[in-house]
């Protein structure tokens, strides 16, 4: 013990840090999995064939799943999602009830993204007509969405909005829709869809893991270093002995 003497102080806060860094990187590492994961399966369900609204409703795991869908759609009442950035412009997503002929269901489809580049001017947008034959996919947020604040909603349709509540829309309607937001396909009744499916991929997760690995590293490299340099330093002091 007398090789390595670190004191006190950097022994506690050592003992602080260390494991929580080591437990950062590991749950980067576990995000990053995560991510794998439901990168896999967004990209088996989306190469699968569609199913039918019916057979969607019937599903526990419904996300990512193709549906497809004959109706029309609600031009008198359209919702816009604010607070969307695609490519650092500011805009709006395109929501409206759609009327699913074979389930008889309501369905809140969202047509994707528009831009809204003058905050004084509402967007406008224009309703296909007719029945249509679209595929969609059932969108599942993933966790509780943070909001600084809630959009007051207009006098008047569409209503601008800051979070997506389909159940809420039925019932100011008094519909029998599904509590479920479907996001378009690429199509002619569809906007911009681009939607990404994780806001941050695996290879950026596995580089903060790095990151908090190396300064547990960086810190366990520099309690040894001051241990060592700290023995040394006892065992070169002069000892001064009474007569």
Same mark, same amino acid.
């Given at each position: 013990m007398s090789a390595f003497r670190p004191g006190v102080l950097p022994s506690l806060v050592v003992m602080a840090l260390l494991p929580l860094l080591l437990a950062l990187g590991a749950w980067q590492l576990s995000r990053a999995e995560e991510k794998r994961e439901l990168l896999a399966m967004h990209e088996a369900r989306r190469l699968a064939p569609p199913v039918t609204v019916d057979q969607l409703e019937r599903r526990q795991d419904r996300a990512y799943v193709r549906v497809r869908l004959h109706g029309s759609f609600d031009a008198e009442h359209g919702l816009l999602l604010d607070n969307s950035i695609r490519g650092g412009q500011a805009g709006v997503e395109v929501l409206q009830p759609f009327y699913d002929q074979a389930s008889g269901l309501w369905l809140l489809l969202n047509r994707g993204w528009l831009p809204w580049p003058d905050r004084r001017i509402a967007p406008t947008f224009a309703t296909p007509e007719g029945p249509l034959n679209l595929t969609a996919w059932a969108y599942v947020p993933l966790g509780e969405p943070f909001l600084l604040q809630q959009a007051q909603a207009a006098q008047g349709w569409p209503l601008l909005i800051t979070l997506v509540e389909p159940q809420a829309l039925w019932q100011r309607l008094g519909r029998a829709?599904?509590?479920?937001? +479907?996001? +378009?396909?690429?199509?002619?009744?569809?906007?911009?869809? &681009?939607?990404?499916?994780?806001?941050?991929?695996? &290879?950026?997760?596995?580089?903060? %893991?790095?990151?908090? #690995? /190396?300064? /547990? %590293? %960086?810190?366990?490299? +520099? #309690?040894?270093?001051?241990?060592l340099h700290n023995a040394r330093e006892t065992r070169h002091e002069p000892s001064h002995h009474t007569a």
């Open positions: 829709g599904l509590p479920q937001e +479907l996001r +378009l396909e690429p199509g002619p009744a569809a906007f911009q869809v &681009d939607w990404p499916v994780v806001a941050m991929s695996p &290879d950026k997760h596995l580089g903060y %893991a790095v990151q908090w #690995f /190396a300064l /547990a %590293a %960086a810190l366990l490299g +520099l #309690f040894i270093y001051f241990g």
